[in-house]
């Protein structure tokens, strides 16, 4: 099982990218992105069921962050916008095999089986 990340790059605050990620297999249980300032640990940004129910977002990035797949081509999206300096880090796409429906255990790195290579965000100010 291999994930790709890609996507990342340099943008102003306030501006938007969107992250791609393709995976190639074809069914996970869930599917997250997580991200590593420098500094400090890897940290939960987002996730979402394999079969598209109710995402979950850390509190920093709700309302501007939205994950989602696209079912054609087995690519998973963050959609990042109003981006702020804060958000600057290596962007990471996961998979789970197991379902997790609790977020004591999706928001957790451990959980994740398959991880991909990591994008770079900067957020300029």
């Known amino acids: 099982v291999q994930l790709q990340a890609f996507g990342g790059g340099l943008v102003q605050a306030g501006g938007y990218l969107r992250l791609s990620c393709t995976a190639s297999e074809r069914t996970f249980g869930r599917y997250g992105w997580f991200r590593q300032a420098p500094g400090k640990e890897r940290e939960f940004v987002a996730t979402?069921?394999?079969?598209?129910?109710?995402?979950y977002y850390t509190d920093s990035v709700k309302g501007r962050f939205t994950i989602f797949r696209d079912n054609r081509d087995n690519t998973l999206y963050l959609q990042m916008n109003s981006l702020k300096p804060e958000d600057t880090a290596v962007y990471f796409c996961?998979?789970?095999?197991?379902?997790?429906?609790?977020?004591?255990?999706?928001?957790?790195?451990?959980?994740?089986?398959?991880w991909g290579q990591g994008t770079q965000v900067t957020v300029s100010s």
């Open positions: 979402n069921s394999w079969r598209s129910g109710s995402a």
């Open positions: 996961a998979a789970a095999v197991g379902a997790y429906t609790l977020p004591n255990y999706f928001t957790l790195s451990s959980t994740y089986d398959y």
